[in-house]
T-cell receptor, first 115, second 114 residues
Framework: NAGVTQTPKFQVLKTGQSMTLQCAQD?????MSWYRQDPGMGLRLIHY???????DQGEVPNGYNVSRSTTEDFPLRLLSAAPSQTSVYFC??????????????FGPGTRLTVL | AQSVSQHNHHVILSEAASLELGCNYS??????LFWYVQYPGQHLQLLLK??????LVKGIKGFEAEFIKSKFSFNLRKPSVQWSDTAEYFC????????????FGQGTELSVKP
């Protein structure tokens, strides 16, 4: 299993540009999430999904869109990038276990810089 | 709103010293609790987790954590740290049956001097 994969690893954007961060998992996990990591602030949840076709907002959803058309993929879209979105983005997935939440497996991250 | 607080932002220890990192959360219902570690340049890895049962849980690499429900705390401990434990440590909380919505603390950077 490849686990959770993310592309690209690094990206530089100009203000106003759009892009999609890709995330895929091959573990048949129901739950997928996107986080951003900023110094001194830990990881903050952007959006999450509890299954294909179902998404919901996390702590910091503004400026980001998501969709979940398949179990495997959970792309994160920046419609109009802003310097405040400069961050490291992590995708994560977890499986359902007897109705309880279980540990999340993290991807390697995407380092995004918005100029 | 549910929040997670880690008391120490940066801890510096010498090898063989004992470690305790504090974590408190604000949610009053049933929670699942986690400690993750991020080694320099790497992604997050699970150290240990608590769902139910014995409040003292043991994880990888000699780490353990104690859940004290009355104090809303889940502190991480290790009796004797090594230089290789240098990393950032994150406490995280999830409300029971709210899969995917994991709330992290701010993180504690641990530096271990050889």
């Amino acid at each position: 299993n490849a686990g959770v994969t993310q592309t690209p690893k690094f990206q530089v954007l100009k203000t106003g540009q759009s892009m999609t961060l890709q995330c895929a998992q091959d573990m048949n996990h129901e739950y997928m999430s996107w986080y951003r990591q900023d110094p001194g602030m830990g990881l903050r949840l952007i959006h999450y999904s509890v299954g294909a076709g179902i998404t919901d907002q996390g702590e910091v959803p503004n400026g980001y869109n998501v969709s979940r058309s398949t179990t495997e993929d959970f792309p994160l879209r920046l419609l109009s990038a802003a310097p405040s979105q400069t961050s490291v983005y992590f995708c994560a997935s977890s499986y359902s276990w007897y109705g309880s939440y279980n540990e999340q497996f993290f991807g390697p991250g995407t380092r995004l810089t918005v100029l | 709103a549910q929040s997670v607080s880690q008391h120490n932002h940066h801890v510096i220890l010498s090898e063989a010293a004992s470690l305790e990192l504090g974590c408190n959360y604000s949610y009053g219902g049933t929670v699942n609790l986690f400690w993750y570690v991020q080694y320099p340049g790497q992604h997050l890895q699970l150290l240990l987790k608590y769902f139910s049962g014995d409040p003292l849980v043991k994880g990888i690499k000699g780490f353990e954590a104690e859940f004290i429900k009355s104090k809303f705390s889940f502190n991480l401990r290790k009796p004797s740290v090594q230089w290789s434990d240098t990393a950032e440590y994150f406490c995280a909380v999830n409300r029971y049956n709210q899969g995917g919505k994991l709330i992290f603390g701010q993180g504690t950077e641990l530096s271990v001097k050889p």
